[in-house]
T-cell receptor, first 111, second 115 residues
Framework: KQEVTQIPAALSVPEGENLVLNCSFT??????LQWFRQDPGKGLTSLLL?????REQTSGRLNASLDKSSGRSTLYIAASQPGDSATYLC??????????FGPGTRLSVLP | DAGVIQSPRHEVTEMGQEVTLRCKPI?????LFWYRQTMMRGLELLIY????????DSGMPEDRFSAKMPNASFSTLKIQPSEPRDSAVYFC?????????????FGNGTRLTVT
């Protein structure tokens, strides 16, 4: 059974710092991996999707990498801003379209 | 597109009452998921439909929970009778499955409080 963990559970950084969020999964037979952002009282918003054949995806200040063999993905946020404060969740998707979500990392960027 | 639309946004009801949550998927999306989110358990998959057919309902906690998708543009999740432990945020999410590069889109959820 696929298990997804995220480290750290919470992170507080000053504005402008570059930071890395980590996602680990136990079964490397994945179809793709997605990173989501959740703001309080809102649903999840997809940030980046990495297909199993890809190594990384970039969108603006966000870069996500995928290493299937080691069961890891990282989300890199450059030049963090207070507006980046949210909970970030990763989800791995298998070929049966089963989504398994991590518990999330709660990020606070202090002005 | 307006995205995934859920209603109501908030629902407060008394134990024993029937609750119906509604979801309108993004037009063209062929898979629909119902999730429940709590602080203790995180996001839990309740049921998943593909082309309006329930594929996996193993996450539905009890017979008190039922879900339907009568057509491609509407789904309901019903709890009857409701209990205080059902209090949570319920999310509907949809996707165009089979393409490999289509992200999952979530609605803003229904916050259910059962007293």
């Amino acid at each position: 059974k696929q298990e997804v963990t995220q480290i750290p559970a919470a992170l507080s950084v000053p504005e402008g710092e570059n930071l890395v969020l980590n996602c680990s999964f136990t079964d490397s037979a994945i179809y793709n991996l997605q990173w989501f952002r959740q703001d309080p009282g809102k649903g999840l918003t997809s940030l980046l999707l990495i297909q199993s054949s890809q190594r990384e995806q970039t969108s603006g200040r966000l870069n996500a990498s995928l290493d299937k063999s080691s069961g890891r993905s990282t989300l890199y946020i450059a030049a963090s801003q207070p507006g980046d404060s949210a909970t970030y969740l990763c989800a791995v998707i298998d070929y049966g379209q089963n989504f398994v979500f991590g518990p999330g990392t709660r990020l606070s960027v202090l002005p | 597109d307006a995205g995934v639309i859920q209603s109501p946004r908030h629902e407060v009801t008394e134990m024993g009452q029937e609750v119906t949550l509604r979801c309108k998927p993004i037009s063209g999306h062929n898979s629909l998921f119902w999730y429940r989110q709590t602080m203790m358990r995180g996001l839990e998959l309740l049921i998943y439909f593909n082309n309006n057919v329930p594929i996996d309902d193993s996450g539905m906690p009890e017979d008190r929970f039922s879900a339907k998708m009568p057509n491609a543009s509407f789904s309901t999740l019903k709890i009857q009778p409701s209990e205080p432990r059902d209090s949570a945020v319920y999310f509907c999410a949809t996707i165009l499955s089979g393409t490999g590069d289509s992200p999952l889109h979530f609605g803003n959820g229904t916050r259910l409080t059962v007293t």
